[in-house]
Each structure stands twice: as structure tokens, then as C-alpha cells.
């Protein structure tokens, strides 16, 4: 189960260089129900997720790079690129910063990931947060992979 809260970027405050990063590019089979392929560094996986804005049921498998190669050449809509940094925001809570580049550069998005729906709906966002999309379906990724957004 994928609990998480997706916020819009604007402006960062302070230099990402001193924190972790992976280097992330997906693209999506399908988008209903979504099936996405993901290189990550060099993991990759099959990701299905379910229907839903906040909480969703999420299944990852993992694939070869070859596996992987071989249905990015399948894929629907365009291939997303971006650079994940890793943002320590609490004991508990990271903040997974998108960094798009490619057909999406410009964009950035902030989630974070939670043990329970409590804790997301009564989470504050830090000052430097845009807007809350977590209920916009037009900022998933894979309605981004389809451009909707644009």
C-alpha cells in the first residue's frame, strides 16, 4: 500500500547537492489499470498500480535490463526522466523531490510517504510547498507520461 501527498515545486530553498539522489526513467504500458516500467540507477522493475488519489495498492516486480529495454520499446506516451532527491524531513518522513527533465523539464513535485492515512491527512507541509496535488489526477505520472498536463 502506497499512502503518499504530491505538492508542486516552485522554488527551492537551499542547494539539493549534498543530498542523495537516483537518476529515475519510466514509462507506462498502460494507464488504466497503470503498468508502468521503471530503470532506477540500475534497478529495475513492473510496477501495477491500483485506482486512487492518496492511498493506493502498489506491486513491484523486478525485471533485467534487457526485460526492461525490450518493453520500453511498448510503452504508451513519453518516457519520463527525472532526478529523485532523497530530503530528510523528520524521523519519519522523507521528502522524494522530483527533478523532470526531458518533455517534462521544468516540472518539479514533492511527495511524501506515510505509515497511515492519520498521518497524511494531518501532515503540514514545509513553507517552500506549492500547491497540494495529491488529488489531481493530472499529476500522476502516468497521466503525465500521456501529456495531459501540457
Not at 502498489?58 to 532523497?86: F, Q, S, V, W
Amino acid at each position: 500500500m502506497e499512502i503518499e501527498r504530491k505538492y508542486l515545486i516552485h522554488t527551492i530553498p537551499f542547494d539539493l547537492s549534498s543530498f542523495p539522489f537516483r537518476t529515475i526513467e519510466q514509462g507506462y504500458l498502460c494507464t488504466n489499470p497503470v503498468v508502468r516500467i521503471r530503470k532506477d540507477n540500475d534497478r529495475y522493475e513492473l510496477t501495477y498500480k491500483s485506482r486512487g488519489m492518496m492511498i493506493r495498492e502498489e506491486h513491484n516486480l523486478p525485471l533485467t535490463a534487457e526485460g526492461y529495454e525490450h518493453l520500453k520499446t511498448k510503452i504508451d506516451g513519453i518516457c519520463i526522466e527525472k532526478t529523485r532527491y532523497m530530503i530528510p524531513l523528520s524521523d519519519s518522513l522523507t521528502i522524494e523531490l522530483d527533478i523532470f527533465s526531458g518533455k517534462l523539464f521544468g516540472l518539479q513535485i514533492a511527495e511524501v510517504e506515510f505509515a497511515d492515512a492519520m498521518s497524511a491527512e494531518h501532515f503540514t507541509p514545509p513553507d517552500w510547498f506549492g500547491e497540494d496535488v495529491t488529488f489531481c489526477p493530472q499529476y500522476h505520472n502516468s497521466a503525465l507520461s500521456q501529456m495531459k498536463l501540457l
